[in-house]
């Protein structure tokens, strides 16, 4: 008998469904059959455990990398395969039994109680992570189960049976699966056929009504039709040709810094029944926002691991997205648990604007910053960011000549010197100040009580994760507890630090720019700045911006903005239609930490490829992904209503602000902006 | 209009190797920025081809398999002959030069 090839896994259904009748029992190949693997070559998994074993061992005192763990892993392995050998026709090994033999030496056989588990499921959670399932044939196994076939699994592997079978239960296939054989049972393989009789006996079953499919030429082809078993080998084309890009991908990216990113993002893609018809929105956020996002919360791990935080709060509503993120990242990249705890913390800047106030008062900087917005520009606009009531503070204003409707901005039109010294003389009005003090009281009351429930205080370090872009939250909380004797010192983590604002940067209060700082000067980081709105409304909670708190019993809980006029509605609308986008952000933050596990890349590794991802959909996007992306309505609760002047307008215009016409027919529009970017970075400093 | 997040090429969607040849060109022209990570062309052409003819690749290696390994094996036969040949010359005129020039 010739085994059959087929090079398309539909022709191969298809030639055995001809005959099925024939049959009683089909048996399948587990790897590269049944399961396709997202990486070229297997061992490739033993990286992150190698890392995992190490870091562990690490924490035992026992200084180990994570190479010389993979080369014990391997020399026990060869051991075992050899002894086995002896005994039997295949050289095959058992995982649980070498890998409890690797522990033993690593450990020097004070193996931490649970830890074999551990490393089983963690390999389990790795190994599923890097397979995906047959499209055509997780249908075709539905279909033999209601032809009442009986499907056997056989594979050649050092993993059991039972770690075989979590596998396929992982997957969801084990209602059709009758039985799965591995070789690390009996150490019979099908290499060498000693496999075949001992799963006849087993299962009772005729050679003759049997049909076995699989990958390998021999041990899938050849062997079972020299035991008498009708065999159809599968050599898919497809697969041939993903994988030899991986492999291309792996071999160069070991030379080109710029691939190692794209090796990632290759690893991450969703493939057969993942890789289904989706909103476009959902592959922007899967294959452009995912990675960013990836990016920051694996840098924000390794700030923390090296500076020794052990509590993460993230922060305003960016930050809810953000913590999703992080949680799904955390248990793939620290198994070993030697991540800080996070949690979200409901504050903004609008809540802490006020509480800000309690022991300086009004400072110039935070006046400024109000003031920021290009549609704020008196002091109405102060006392609504502060939430300050204006009526007692009314005759201060007169007393220094000004009214309320007075331009004091910094470059508010209309602005003049007069005003601005008025202002400023205000500022140093002790009278004034403690009016504001006066104000501002409660809210830092409640403030740090909620940062006390929250555990904020509990930590002589913390780090604080928000989106960006001043860092004026940070500000505003370090303002408020400024007070206190036990406070943490104060990390900022922005994903863009724009740091336009001289916020204090000292030992207690440090802000750092992760995806884009501006005092690293980079030119294609520097590109984020120019959608910081579409960052903002893509990463934004569901829920509405915190605006005060209040006391609710023994507890302190967030008051929310209301959500029945024009701007909440419109901001569900555009909720809606960002959903799939945040969907793919979601659905690509494991498959990023698996793809990064895997490859044992540093963040740095990935930076060239990151710059790369940010002028190519930044500033030089489709008109399609312009339009789609773009924000509609942002909600900035900073801004005032003031119309904002034309010439400030102009003068802040960038790519993303023109219409789709132009986009579409001009065909030097993108590069003129992209110049005109550098242009203005070069100004700024 | 859906799509899929990976394409039939096995590319990136949105990041086509095209996109990023593209780029990376306009970079080296213009120079005015560093991304990092020495960008070459030549790799990235080769992963180009990769994605886009890398099946016909997979059907020349998989599906005529014989037909080319037979023509490998053959080569290396011609090569070994060859450099028996060469061999031969090289002996032959050895033996020559120190004749004459003895």
């Not at chain 1, 509405?544 to 959500?563: C, G, L, M, Q």
């Not at chain 2, 052409?45 to 094996?73: C, D, M, N, P």
Request: glycine share 4%; charged share 25%; hydrophobic share 40%.
């Amino acid at each position: 008998m010739q085994a059959e090839t087929h090079f398309e896994l539909s022709s191969l259904i298809e030639s055995v469904n001809s005959s099925l009748d024939d049959y009683d029992t089909v048996s399948l190949d587990l790897f590269d059959t049944l399961f396709i693997r997202r990486i070229h070559e297997p061992d490739e998994i033993k990286r992150p455990v190698a890392i995992f074993i190490s870091n562990v061992a690490r924490q035992y005192g026992i200084d180990i990398s994570f190479s010389r763990t993979w080369q014990i892993r391997n020399e026990i392995e060869q051991q075992h395969r050899n002894r086995n050998g002896k005994h039997f026709p295949d050289f095959e090994a058992r995982y649980e039994d070498f890998m409890k033999e690797v522990l033993s030496d690593i450990f020097e056989k004070q193996v931490p109680t649970g830890f074999l588990e551990e490393v089983i499921a963690y390999e389990l959670r790795i190994e599923t992570s890097m397979l995906v399932v047959r499209e055509e044939f997780a249908r075709w196994l539905k279909y033999l189960k209601e032809q009442k076939k009986r499907v056997l699994i056989i594979s050649d592997i050092y993993h059991s049976s039972s770690f075989l079978e979590l596998l396929i239960r992982e997957k969801g296939l084990d209602p059709y699966i009758h039985s799965v054989i591995s070789s690390a049972d009996s150490f019979n393989a099908k290499a060498s056929g000693s496999a075949w009789p001992l799963v006849r006996d087993r299962f009772n079953l005729d050679i003759n009504r049997w049909v076995h499919i699989g990958d390998n030429p021999i041990s899938d082809s050849a062997k079972p039709e020299e035991f008498g078993i009708k065999a159809h080998l599968l050599r898919d084309l497809g697969e041939k040709h993903r994988k030899s890009i991986v492999r291309h991908l792996h071999a160069k990216s070991s030379r080109n810094e710029l691939l190692k990113g794209r090796y990632v993002q290759q690893l991450m893609l969703p493939l057969e029944a993942e890789n289904v018809d989706v909103s476009p929105l959902y592959t922007d956020g899967y294959n452009f926002m995912g990675p960013l996002l990836g990016y920051f919360c694996l840098s924000v791990l390794d700030y923390c691991r090296t500076n020794k935080i052990d509590r993460v709060y993230f922060c305003s509503r960016e930050g809810w997205t953000l913590l999703r993120c992080w949680d799904e990242m955390m248990p793939i990249l620290a198994p070993d648990g030697n991540y800080p705890e996070a949690s979200y913390l409901y504050v903004s800047r609008i809540a802490l604007a006020k509480a800000s106030c309690s022991k300086h008062g009004l400072s110039n900087l935070s006046a400024g910053v109000a003031l920021l917005p290009a549609n704020s520009r008196d002091f109405r606009d102060i006392c609504r960011v502060f939430s300050l009531d204006i009526e007692p503070i009314l005759p201060f204003l007169e007393m220094h000549d000004l009214s309320a409707h007075d331009p004091i901005g910094h470059s508010s039109p209309g602005v003049t010197i007069e005003n601005r010294h008025k202002f400023q003389e205000l500022l140093l009005d002790s009278g004034f100040q403690n009016e504001v003090k006066r104000q501002a009281r409660p809210a830092q009351l409640k403030l740090e009580s909620y940062l006390n429930q929250e555990g904020f205080f509990e930590h002589p370090d913390v780090a604080l994760i928000d989106i960006g872009w001043l860092g004026t939250i940070q500000h505003y909380l370090v303002d408020a507890i400024s007070h206190r004797l036990h406070k943490p010192r104060i990390h900022g983590m922005l994903l863009g630090a724009s740091k336009l604002m001289p916020y204090r940067d000292n030992h207690e209060s440090r802000v750092h720019g992760v995806l884009y700082d501006r005092l690293r000067f980079s030119f294609p980081e520097s590109l984020v700045t120019t959608i910081k709105d579409v960052f903002e409304e893509t990463c934004r909670a569901p829920h509405p911006s915190v605006i005060d708190y209040e006391r609710k019993y023994s507890s302190v809980e967030p008051i929310f903005r209301n959500t029945d006029d024009e701007v909440a509605f419109a901001e569900e609308e555009q909720d809606r239609h960002y959903a799939p986008l945040r969907q793919g952000i979601f659905d690509s933050a494991a498959r990023f930490a698996v793809a990064m596990a895997v490859t044992g890349y540093r963040t740095q590794h990935l930076k060239p490829w990151l710059n790369l991802l940010l002028t190519a959909r930044i500033a030089f996007p489709k008109t399609a992904e312009v339009s789609r992306i773009k924000h509609q309505v942002h909600q900035d609760d900073f801004a005032g209503n003031h119309i904002i002047p034309k010439k400030i307008l102009r003068a802040t215009r960038n790519l993303w602000d023109v219409s789709l016409r132009q986009l579409r027919f001009n065909p030097f529009l993108r590069l003129y902006y992209y110049l005109l970017h550098a242009l203005r970075l070069l100004r700024s400093g | 209009m859906n799509t899929k997040t990976t394409n039939k090429h096995y590319d990136i969607q949105g990041l086509e190797m095209v996109r990023v040849i593209r780029l990376i060109t306009l970079w080296k022209i213009l120079r005015i920025d560093d991304i990092g990570g020495k960008p070459r062309l030549r790799d990235l052409l080769q992963l180009a081809v990769h994605h886009y003819a890398g099946r016909f690749a997979a059907i020349v290696t998989v599906k005529h398999e014989k037909r080319w390994l037979r023509s490998l094996v053959l080569i290396r036969e011609y090569r070994a002959r060859a450099s028996r040949f060469a061999g031969r010359v090289k002996q032959r005129s050895l033996s020559l030069f120190r004749r004459n020039y003895k």
